[in-house]
């Protein structure tokens, strides 16, 4: 079992790989840090709603639990 410390730790490592991918796209498609980081910015939080709202639902599904 791990600890709670070292499942932030790895929530947050993925999070800042996610953020610097996501810049480096927006600066692809628009030669723009800022824009870039913005989409990067708006991408993350929009991901963490949608995977919130995920859970919830899988938690009222009973399928497939034992």
Known sequence: ????????AK????QAVG????????FA???????GSAMAVVSGLVGLGAYLLH???WAR????RA
């Open 55 to 57: 859970e919830r639902v």
């Open 11 to 14: 929530a947050l490592s993925w």
């Open 61 to 64: 599904i009973a399928w497939g």
């Open 29 to 35: 498609f628009t030669g723009s840090v800022a824009a």
């Open 1 to 8: 079992m791990e600890t709670r410390r070292r499942s932030m």
């Open 19 to 26: 953020l610097a991918t996501m810049t480096g796209i927006g």
